[in-house]
């Protein structure tokens, strides 16, 4: 190896270095700043459990606060979106995936700091919606940032985005090894060691920052010995079965308080203050329901803090009004209310089991567990996640067995069911589908129309047979498109079609008239599958008005579609 590939490629492992370091440490104390500041404001508005016993010599103020808070946040949030930001939503991790798998404009700084403020605003007022989402989107913010700066790095944008995300997730469950493997698993799609190194750098970065320099405290703490029994195992499993039908519920409730919301709300600004109402009436009887639910889910591992009438009771408002606030347009994740759902779900899974298998069991905790990854993985598609969120946050080998059994068994029901994930469902209705992976998706965002030529033997309407063989003699082609006086392709002519034709005759007489043709919004794999049977030199393409703009040659089609997909496997498959 020269010397000059020896400092090219020692400036390339240096930079992205320093670049994971870097994204890493921004987003993590980015991150830190958001969790306190959401307690903070918690705090202050009487949303916590701590506030609101501190405050329980006025119960007025408290119900007050109760009816006012969440319903002045959302409209506040709804405020900040309407005004602020471009795309008039959250910014959330389906943006971040989008901006790591395509080559397109990402959402501006601007937006991303108007839907991070949104967030902190919706968790901040107690609204039922999690922390997570707009914790990755705020790590891919970063990492979009770094991936605009001039380094001369290949795939530098999806590399930062991922870092970014990586170090996020890593300092929100103080898991480090889960962080890198959610960057993997949901944004980047793959495990190629160009991306592997620098995302595991950044999520380690996370990680220190987060646990060695300011020692944040873990999501939960348990405390668990073994699985007693080995028939225990088909429980896990049926309870996983169990958390993908809760899964799917969660789903369709989302869906169909977005459509609600759209028929019966029509000014976007107004909708989160209506479901802040709602959150307030209902957390006058359920103050579970209120903001993130930390303690609610740190309680539900604890015996006898709950009965089987009141966890069935939250589980339900949860599920009611978590849906509601995101499909309402509250800015929020989806993991956070999915894990206090899963969890208490799981509690109450382990408090009816004796009465319908009345055998020894290994205690609450680990069904509780369960049932927190079962769902979590189910709504977001993280399934290795969830597993290893489980194995660093408890350190014990027989918990995260019991946990992985349930996430499995949910996964291949929820995969099969939903989808992959929620973010796929939302990616997928605005036109980018990775259901049938990366290939098509990416496929999907190219334009055919990138390749087009003007290179083309066009022919009137007032032509004659004779004078458009001539042409095509002339021009060496083997086709001509014939247009009318404005320009509008009517037709299309083949030299071996009209070899033999009188010279007299009309040109628009022997024109085939149905025929494979693109349009301005054809992707590269539409036009694979457009030319399905395709027999021709080349395929016309018009604008909306079809008007002839060019051809596309059918080498062009496949060598579109041979550069796209020999990017991707590189990209997927780089060492350094």
Same mark, same amino acid.
């Given at each position: 190896?020269?010397?000059?590939?020896?400092?090219?490629?020692?400036?390339?492992?240096?930079?992205?270095?320093?670049?994971?370091?870097?994204?890493?440490?921004?987003?993590?104390?980015?991150?830190?700043?958001?969790?306190?500041?959401?307690?903070?404001?918690?705090?202050?508005?009487?949303?916590?459990?701590?506030?609101?016993?501190?405050?329980?010599?006025?119960?007025?103020?408290?119900?007050?606060?109760?009816?006012?808070?969440?319903?002045?946040?959302?409209?506040?949030?709804?405020?900040?979106?309407?005004?602020?930001?471009?795309?008039?939503?959250?910014?959330?991790?389906?943006?971040?995936?989008?901006?790591?798998?395509?080559?397109?404009?990402?959402?501006?700084?601007?937006?991303?700091?108007?839907?991070?403020?949104?967030?902190?605003?919706?968790?901040?007022?107690?609204?039922?919606?999690?922390?997570?989402?707009?914790?990755?989107?705020?790590?891919?913010?970063?990492?979009?940032?770094?991936?605009?700066?001039?380094?001369?790095?290949?795939?530098?944008?999806?590399?930062?985005?991922?870092?970014?995300?990586?170090?996020?997730?890593?300092?929100?469950?103080?898991?480090?090894?889960?962080?890198?493997?959610?960057?993997?698993?949901?944004?980047?799609?793959?495990?190629?060691?160009?991306?592997?190194?620098?995302?595991?750098?950044?999520?380690?970065?996370?990680?220190?920052?987060?646990?060695?320099?300011?020692?944040?405290?873990?999501?939960?703490?348990?405390?668990?010995?073994?699985?007693?029994?080995?028939?225990?195992?088909?429980?896990?499993?049926?309870?996983?079965?169990?958390?993908?039908?809760?899964?799917?519920?969660?789903?369709?409730?989302?869906?169909?308080?977005?459509?609600?919301?759209?028929?019966?709300?029509?000014?976007?600004?107004?909708?989160?203050?209506?479901?802040?109402?709602?959150?307030?009436?209902?957390?006058?009887?359920?103050?579970?329901?209120?903001?993130?639910?930390?303690?609610?889910?740190?309680?539900?591992?604890?015996?006898?803090?709950?009965?089987?009438?009141?966890?069935?009771?939250?589980?339900?408002?949860?599920?009611?009004?978590?849906?509601?606030?995101?499909?309402?347009?509250?800015?929020?994740?989806?993991?956070?209310?999915?894990?206090?759902?899963?969890?208490?779900?799981?509690?109450?899974?382990?408090?009816?089991?004796?009465?319908?298998?009345?055998?020894?069991?290994?205690?609450?905790?680990?069904?509780?567990?369960?049932?927190?990854?079962?769902?979590?993985?189910?709504?977001?598609?993280?399934?290795?996640?969830?597993?290893?969120?489980?194995?660093?946050?408890?350190?014990?080998?027989?918990?995260?067995?019991?946990?992985?059994?349930?996430?499995?068994?949910?996964?291949?029901?929820?995969?099969?069911?939903?989808?992959?994930?929620?973010?796929?469902?939302?990616?997928?209705?605005?036109?980018?589908?990775?259901?049938?992976?990366?290939?098509?998706?990416?496929?999907?965002?190219?334009?055919?129309?990138?390749?087009?030529?003007?290179?083309?033997?066009?022919?009137?309407?007032?032509?004659?047979?004779?004078?458009?063989?001539?042409?095509?003699?002339?021009?060496?082609?083997?086709?001509?498109?014939?247009?009318?006086?404005?320009?509008?392709?009517?037709?299309?002519?083949?030299?071996?079609?009209?070899?033999?034709?009188?010279?007299?005759?009309?040109?628009?007489?022997?024109?085939?008239?149905?025929?494979?043709?693109?349009?301005?919004?054809?992707?590269?794999?539409?036009?694979?599958?457009?030319?399905?049977?395709?027999?021709?030199?080349?395929?016309?393409?018009?604008?909306?008005?079809?008007?002839?703009?060019?051809?596309?040659? /059918? /080498?062009?089609?496949?060598?579109?579609?041979? /550069?796209?997909?020999?990017?991707?496997?590189?990209?997927?498959?780089?060492?350094?």
């Amino acid at each position: 190896m020269d010397r000059g590939n020896v400092q090219k490629i020692t400036y390339q492992i240096g930079m992205v270095m320093v670049v994971a370091v870097a994204v890493g440490a921004i987003a993590s104390l980015a991150a830190i700043g958001f969790v306190d500041a959401v307690h903070y404001l918690n705090d202050r508005l009487l949303i916590s459990p701590y506030a609101r016993i501190l405050a329980e010599s006025q119960p007025g103020l408290v119900a007050v606060a109760t009816l006012v808070v969440p319903a002045g946040g959302g409209l506040v949030v709804g405020l900040i979106v309407h005004f602020l930001v471009r795309e008039k939503r959250g910014l959330a991790p389906p943006d971040a995936i989008l901006a790591a798998q395509t080559s397109g404009p990402a959402p501006g700084f601007r937006s991303g700091v108007a839907s991070t403020l949104a967030a902190l605003v919706s968790l901040g007022s107690g609204a039922s919606v999690g922390q997570y989402g707009p914790l990755v989107y705020l790590g891919a913010m970063f990492g979009n940032l770094a991936g605009g700066l001039r380094l001369n790095l290949r795939h530098q944008r999806s590399i930062a985005i991922a870092c970014g995300v990586a170090a996020a997730i890593s300092t929100a469950f103080n898991a480090p090894i889960a962080g890198l493997v959610f960057a993997h698993e949901v944004i980047l799609r793959h495990y190629s060691l160009r991306a592997f190194a620098p995302v595991t750098v950044a999520a380690a970065t996370g990680y220190i920052i987060a646990n060695v320099i300011f020692d944040r405290p873990a999501l939960f703490l348990v405390s668990f010995d073994r699985v007693e029994h080995s028939y225990e195992f088909v429980f896990f499993a049926l309870e996983g079965v169990l958390c993908a039908g809760l899964a799917w519920v969660f789903m369709v409730l989302l869906k169909f308080s977005n459509s609600l919301a759209r028929r019966h709300i029509a000014p976007l600004w107004a909708r989160p203050a209506v479901a802040g109402l709602a959150v307030g009436l209902v957390a006058l009887w359920i103050p579970e329901v209120l903001g993130i639910g930390q303690e609610t889910l740190r309680f539900a591992t604890i015996e006898g803090a709950f009965g089987i009438g009141e966890l069935a009771l939250i589980i339900a408002a949860k599920l009611v009004l978590t849906s509601v606030c995101v499909g309402f347009g509250f800015v929020g994740g989806v993991f956070s209310p999915a894990l206090l759902i899963g969890i208490l779900f799981g509690a109450f899974y382990g408090l009816v089991l004796p009465y319908v298998a009345p055998a020894p069991h290994s205690g609450l905790v680990v069904y509780a567990i369960c049932g927190m990854m079962a769902l979590a993985s189910s709504v977001i598609g993280a399934p290795l996640t969830t597993i290893l969120i489980v194995f660093e946050l408890t350190r014990s080998y027989d918990l995260t067995i019991a946990a992985m059994v349930s996430v499995v068994f949910a996964n291949l029901i929820s995969y099969r069911v939903i989808g992959r994930s929620l973010f796929d469902l939302q990616l997928r209705s605005r036109g980018f589908d990775l259901s049938l992976g990366r290939d098509k998706a990416i496929l999907e965002t190219h334009s055919i129309g990138d390749y087009l030529s003007k290179h083309v033997t066009t022919a009137t309407d007032r032509d004659t047979v004779g004078d458009v063989r001539q042409r095509l003699v002339d021009d060496h082609r083997s086709e001509a498109m014939v247009l009318n006086r404005n320009g509008k392709l009517l037709g299309v002519v083949r030299l071996q079609g009209i070899v033999n034709s009188n010279a007299d005759t009309p040109i628009l007489e022997t024109a085939i008239q149905s025929f494979t043709i693109f349009d301005e919004n054809t992707s590269v794999w539409e036009s694979m599958e457009l030319l399905r049977g395709f027999l021709g030199e080349a395929v016309p393409l018009v604008d909306r008005h079809g008007r002839l703009m060019g051809v596309v040659p /059918e /080498e062009a089609v496949i060598r579109a579609y041979l /550069e796209i997909v020999h990017d991707l496997r590189e990209e997927e498959n780089e060492a350094a």
